[in-house]
């Protein structure tokens, strides 16, 4: 055979086994599906804000693939639980990276947690979408690999003094904060705002992640007298601190940041939940004049018949469905570098009800902070548009 036809046979025979075994474009893709994973608290104290985040993704990609996907390609999420604990998710983003191969990470919740597993992330240089966090310092512009949606907790500790000192006439604050770098996060950010307008907090109470052990916080900031107390911590301490405080007749006003998890806060306060305040970093999910809301609910059902929508799934379906429309921009060439540089480049997102922005040195796409008021029978009603 001469040499001219061997090398066309060889090409032609190389040609044939790439068709029958194509080359994956990145790590996580497929010629037919994409691999995102998520490490969050799907157990313990925090749990209903994992399993939100989940759901809402979920409902997302779920919605997507219905469609026939992206490009051809259908959405995977591989959910491993981290306890809320963050020696545990450094386990668990290692084996997503590692051993599952993921195209990248979605949904992480907490900030001790990702202030263990971003650093990470950012080393491999896989996308980290959506973290259920306020925290500042995700929104480093030297991050090219985050992406954040929600607002900062600073947003929401200024929007929570402006409706408390601002508009109400309240000057005794006091501060009941989870002892990690979340909670002095918050504390951060409510010594500021008090600042500000020249008040300092009357008391400061603490207590530890993944307990409950608020009576002695609680004893501390009651001596203050406080008018309001805010709250920086997980549903399950925080309803057994204004459950304790209501069984001894403190009355002060309480406000919770979004992290609390408003639902799973509402439900466990029952009727001691009446008047407690919770920022929001997400729209109303119950306004059904929003296609946007509209779309999500229709999702969720579709995902879970039984599930009830809330803001911690439809920040997850936000998160989703911009993950989705960003792979939809960066096309079927897709490698993790192309699909981040489409919100550096191209980075405005309209969903019809809610739009993210980001740019080149900004990774956060909202910046709308919400007050919301649980009511007498645990539903959420709006106290205020703070922007």
């Known amino acids: 055979m001469k040499r001219s036809a061997r090398t066309l046979l060889l090409s032609t025979i190389t040609g044939l086994l790439l068709a029958a075994h194509p080359v994956a474009a990145e790590t996580g893709v497929t010629d037919n599906t994409i691999l995102f994973g998520q490490a969050a608290a799907l157990e313990g104290p925090a749990s209903a804000l994992g399993l939100g985040m989940k759901k809402g993704i979920e409902a997302a990609f779920a919605?997507?693939?219905?469609?026939?996907?992206?490009?051809?390609?259908?959405?995977?999420?591989?959910?491993?639980?981290?306890?809320?604990?963050?020696?545990k998710s450094i386990t668990q983003v290692k084996k997503?990276?590692?051993?599952?191969?993921?195209?990248?990470l979605i949904g992480p919740v907490g900030t001790p947690t990702t202030k263990a597993t971003q650093p990470i992330a950012t080393a491999a240089k896989v996308p980290f979408i959506g973290p259920f966090t306020g925290a500042g310092f995700l929104r480093d512009p030297e991050l090219g690999n985050v992406?954040?949606?929600?607002?900062?907790?600073?947003?929401?500790?200024?929007?929570?003094?402006?409706?408390?000192?601002?508009?109400?006439?309240?000057?005794?604050?006091?501060?009941?904060?989870?002892?990690?770098?979340?909670?002095?996060?918050g504390l951060s950010g409510v010594v500021a705002a008090l600042d500000k307008r020249g008040l300092s907090l009357v008391a400061e109470g603490t207590?530890?992640?993944?307990?409950?052990?608020?009576?002695?916080?609680?004893?501390?900031?009651?001596?203050?007298?406080?008018?309001?107390?805010?709250?920086?911590?997980?549903?399950?301490?925080?309803?057994?601190?204004?459950?304790?405080?209501?069984?001894?007749?403190?009355?002060?006003?309480?406000?919770?940041?979004?992290?609390?998890?408003?639902?799973?806060?509402?439900?466990?306060?029952?009727?001691?939940?009446?008047?407690?305040?919770v920022s929001q970093v997400v729209p109303f999910p119950w306004d059904e004049t929003s296609s946007l809301i509209q779309q999500y609910q229709a999702a969720l059902k579709a995902v879970d018949a039984s599930a009830e929508p809330g803001f911690v799934t439809f920040e997850g379906y936000i998160v989703g469905r911009l993950t989705v429309m960003a792979l939809e921009r960066t096309g079927r060439n897709l490698t993790?570098?192309?699909?981040?540089?489409?919100?550096?480049?191209?980075?405005?997102?309209?969903?019809?009800?809610?739009?993210?922005s980001f740019s080149k040195g900004d990774s956060q796409g909202m910046d709308d902070v919400f007050l919301t008021e649980i009511q007498s029978d645990g539903s959420f009603a709006p106290v205020a548009n703070t922007n």
């Open 63 to 87: 919605e997507a693939n219905a469609k026939g996907g992206v490009s051809g390609r259908t959405l995977e999420l591989v959910s491993y639980d981290d306890g809320y604990e963050p020696n």
């Open 207 to 277: 207590y530890q992640r993944n307990t409950t052990a608020v009576k002695t916080a609680l004893l501390k900031i009651r001596k203050a007298k406080p008018e309001a107390v805010v709250m920086v911590g997980a549903y399950r301490p925080i309803a057994e601190f204004i459950q304790v405080a209501d069984s001894i007749d403190f009355e002060a006003k309480f406000v919770n940041i979004s992290f609390v998890g408003s639902k799973a806060l509402s439900s466990a306060l029952g009727s001691t939940g009446d008047g407690v305040i």
């Open 147 to 185: 992406i954040n949606v929600r607002a900062t907790y600073a947003a929401e500790t200024e929007a929570w003094i402006r409706h408390l000192h601002d508009e109400l006439g309240m000057n005794k604050i006091a501060i009941l904060y989870q002892d990690d770098g979340f909670g002095r996060v």
């Open 96 to 104: 997503l990276i590692n051993d599952d191969k993921v195209f990248g």
């Open 336 to 356: 993790r570098k192309a699909f981040l540089d489409t919100f550096w480049t191209n980075g405005t997102f309209d969903m019809g009800g809610v739009e993210l």
